[in-house]
C-alpha cells in the first residue's frame, strides 16, 4: 500500500544534506536524458490559484507531481509518488516543508558547483519562510564564515538571525543595509517578492555568485539588468523554466540583450558538459525556478526514510 506522510514526519526524517544529494541527483538524470521535467502549470480562480509540476525520473523508478493551491489563507502543498514500473502510487506527502528544504537545496548545490569553494562571506536578501531553507543550504554547501540578512522587518530579522546561526553553527547577522549585505560578500542569495532590483550592480565583488530564488514571474524581478550584463555565466534549472518563469531574464530576452543559448543548465555543469565558472573575478548567476523533479528525488529520500523509521499511515489504494 503507498504511505501517506504529514509535514510533521517530513520534519522528522528530511535533512539539509538529503535534499542536496536528492536535487543534485535530479539535475544531473535531466543533463544526461534519463529524466523528464514539465514546466508549472496554473489555474487561476479570483480567490485561489492552482499550481501543478509533474515529472519522472525513470533511472530512480518514479514519477509524479506536486500540487499546490495559493490563497490569502495560505499555501497547501502535496507531492503524489508513483512507481514508474507499475504506475501504483507510492506516497502522498505533505510538502510544505519539503519545499522549503527543497528549495533552498538547489541554491546550495548551485553554490557547490558555481560558487568559489573559498567562499567565507555571503549575504542574503530575505527573512521569510524560503530564506530559512537557503541560508541552511549554503551554510552545508561552503566553508561560511558569516553570513549577512538584509530584510525590512527589523524584529523578525533579529529572530531569524539568531535561530540560523544555532541551526547552522555559523553567524548569522542582521545587515544595516542592502549596500551592507552585498558589498564583499562571495555569494549573495535573493529570496524575496520583489518587483524591482534589490541592490546596485556597481556594490558587486568580482568572483561573486549570486543564487536568485524569488524572481518566478514577469512581475517579480530581484537583480538589475545592469547586474545581468556583469554575470559571465547565467545558470538555470532548465532553458525551458527560465523562460516561462524567470522575471529577471524575461526583459532582458525580450529586448533581445539575452539569448537562450546563452544559458546553462545546472545539470550541464554537474555532469561536465559545461565548465561553470570560468576565472576567479568572472560573476556568476543562478535563477532558480523549482523543477518537479526537485521535489519528487527530495519526496523519494524521504520515503525510503520513513520506511525505515516505520512512520507514515498507510492508503487504502492499489
Known amino acids: 500500500m503507498a504511505l501517506f506522510l504529514s509535514e510533521n514526519d517530513v ?16 539535475h544531473r538524470d535531466l543533463a544526461l536524458g534519463q529524466a523528464q521535467d514539465t514546466p508549472r502549470a496554473r489555474s487561476r480562480l479570483p480567490q485561489t490559484a492552482l499550481h501543478i509540476l509533474q515529472g519522472a525520473l ?27 514500473a507499475s504506475g501504483r502510487l507510492r506516497a ?35 527573512a521569510g519562510w524560503q530564506a530559512e531553507g537557503h ?20 524584529d523578525k530579522l533579529a ?57 518566478n514571474a514577469l512581475i517579480r524581478q530581484e537583480l538589475s539588468e545592469a547586474t545581468l550584463r556583469r554575470c559571465g555565466l547565467i545558470a538555470v534549472d ?17 529586448k533581445g540583450r539575452l539569448q537562450p543559448r546563452q544559458m546553462v543548465e545546472l545539470g550541464e555543469v554537474i555532469i561536465g558538459c559545461h565548465p561553470g565558472r570560468g576565472s576567479a573575478e568572472q560573476i556568476t548567476v543562478f535563477e532558480s525556478q523549482g523543477l518537479a523533479i526537485q521535489d519528487l528525488a527530495v519526496a523519494l529520500r524521504v520515503l525510503a526514510a520513513a520506511e525505515a523509521a516505520g512512520l507514515g499511515m498507510e492508503i487504502p489504494l492499489q
Open 11 to 26: 520534519k522528522q526524517l528530511l535533512t539539509v544534506g538529503m535534499a542536496m544529494e536528492a536535487v543534485e541527483s535530479a
Open 58 to 84: 525513470p533511472a530512480q523508478g518514479v514519477l509524479g507531481y506536486k500540487a499546490y493551491t495559493s490563497n490569502r489563507s495560505g499555501n497547501r502543498f502535496l507531492v503524489h509518488l508513483f512507481d514508474a
Open 92 to 126: 502522498m506527502i505533505e510538502a510544505d516543508y519539503l519545499g522549503m528544504i527543497r528549495t533552498g537545496a538547489a541554491s546550495g548545490v548551485a553554490a557547490k558547483w558555481l560558487a568559489r569553494p573559498e567562499a567565507k562571506v555571503a549575504g542574503v536578501f530575505g
Open 135 to 154: 541560508v541552511r543550504a549554503i551554510c552545508e554547501a561552503l566553508p561560511l564564515e558569516c553570513v549577512k540578512v538584509f530584510a525590512r522587518q527589523a
Open 159 to 215: 529572530a531569524f538571525c539568531q535561530r540560523l546561526s544555532e541551526q547552522t553553527g555559523v553567524r548569522v547577522v542582521a545587515a544595516a543595509s542592502a549596500e551592507a549585505a552585498v558589498r564583499d560578500s562571495d555569494l549573495l542569495g535573493t529570496v524575496t517578492t520583489a518587483a524591482q532590483p534589490l541592490f546596485d550592480a556597481e556594490w558587486l565583488s568580482p568572483g561573486t555568485h549570486i543564487n536568485a530564488a524569488g524572481s
Open 238 to 254: 532548465t532553458v525551458a523554466t527560465a523562460l516561462a518563469e524567470a522575471g529577471d531574464l524575461l526583459p532582458l530576452l525580450e
